[in-house]
């Protein structure tokens, strides 16, 4: 595989993160950026020290025959139509999340990129962080055993006022759980497995009157294998940001970055620590884009599917939408398979 072109799509904060990521690598090279406020990609690139087009429009990024990866850093209410003409141009895509704001739209994103046979990663960045990453080895290992329970917590306030004016509305970010309680959300599937059905509640917010929806939402849930759990997020409290997954099982327990198993570990008496880098800062430096996109390349490399490609993650975004349509019924039980059977009346897509 030669020197993969790398456009970029939107260069708001996170954009910065992917264009370092793809700079550094030593098979891919950014060959240009769009963005819809004049002057903003020419800045953000020269800022980062990379040499690439500017574009005038995001047609120009499509009609460029140098772009092989599309990287999508639009806002989530646009970002379908950017999805899918890249999969429409035959463009490899780095999907920011959330991948859109109904589950019909990533539906039609999941088969355009099925139909069109190109290669995705959706950047549930958490996956690669090495607290995560070490769970889901401990978890291979056969760590817990059978699990028994399984929680996962994003917490996130922005006091006074949250950080981006539009990550408030119901238009730009859509819920609590769209906006960010996503992350949980993909983290507890790709932790604990499959979640079938949930049962959800959410306050309105109490300290912030920016919010068009309840920055507050907790989420029962029931996994594929008999197991119980919790999702929440909260948006709207005093509290520092805070990441929690816990995963209880028939043979240990873990805790973040603690472990305890009486049967793996017979001679611990109360849960060890494990040093590593926690998920613990809003910084969009502190999160893995470097290793993520590595894996991504690695993928294209090798011909295979990231797994955290939109074939998998699209049923991150259905629990999403379980959460969503459970709220609106004043937390009646959603199921996960109805949610995707609703948003996909064809049928399956390989």
Request: aromatic fraction near 8%.
């Amino acid at each position: 595989m030669g020197s993969l072109g790398v456009g970029i799509l939107g260069t708001g904060e996170v954009a910065g993160e992917y264009i370092k990521a793809f700079r550094d690598h030593p098979a891919t090279e950014i060959v240009g950026a769009y963005n819809r406020s004049p002057g903003r990609a020419g800045a953000l690139l020269k800022t980062l020290h990379v040499d690439a087009r500017v574009y005038s429009h995001e047609s120009e990024l499509f009609e460029d025959e140098a772009v092989d990866v599309v990287v999508s850093c639009t806002p989530p209410d646009v970002r379908p139509k950017h999805v899918l003409r890249a999969a429409q141009t035959d463009r490899h895509i780095v999907i920011e999340k959330p991948v859109a704001l109904t589950m019909e739209e990533v539906e039609v994103i999941r088969r355009a990129v099925a139909n069109a046979g190109v290669k995705t990663v959706t950047s549930f960045v958490l996956r690669w962080n090495p607290m995560i990453e070490t769970i889901r080895r401990l978890i291979d290992d056969g760590i817990i055993g059978e699990l028994v329970y399984a929680e996962a917590d994003y917490w996130n306030p922005g006091n006074p006022v949250p950080p981006r004016p539009w990550w408030t509305t119901k238009a730009g970010a859509g819920s609590a759980f769209l906006e960010g309680g996503c992350h949980a959300a993909d983290a507890i599937r790709y932790l604990a497995g499959e979640v079938v059905e949930v049962a959800a509640f959410s306050s309105p917010a109490k300290l912030s009157p920016l919010y068009e929806y309840d920055p507050v939402v907790v989420a029962s849930l029931k996994f594929e294998n008999g197991a119980v759990g919790k999702l929440s997020t909260v948006l709207d409290a005093d509290t520092p940001y805070t990441f929690n997954i816990r995963l209880v099982g028939t043979e240990g327990t873990i805790q973040n970055n603690r472990v305890f198993s009486s049967k793996h570990y017979p001679g611990a008496l109360d849960y060890w620590e494990f040093p590593t880098v926690l998920p613990n800062s809003t910084d969009v430096a502190h999160h893995p884009f470097s290793r993520q996109i590595a894996h991504f390349v690695e993928c294209l490399a090798r011909g295979v599917e990231s797994h955290a490609s939109i074939h998998d993650t699209y049923k991150s975004m259905a629990l999403v939408f379980a959460i969503e349509e459970s709220l609106a019924a004043d937390g009646k039980p959603t199921s996960i398979s109805q949610v995707i059977e609703t948003a996909s009346p064809a049928g399956p897509v390989s």
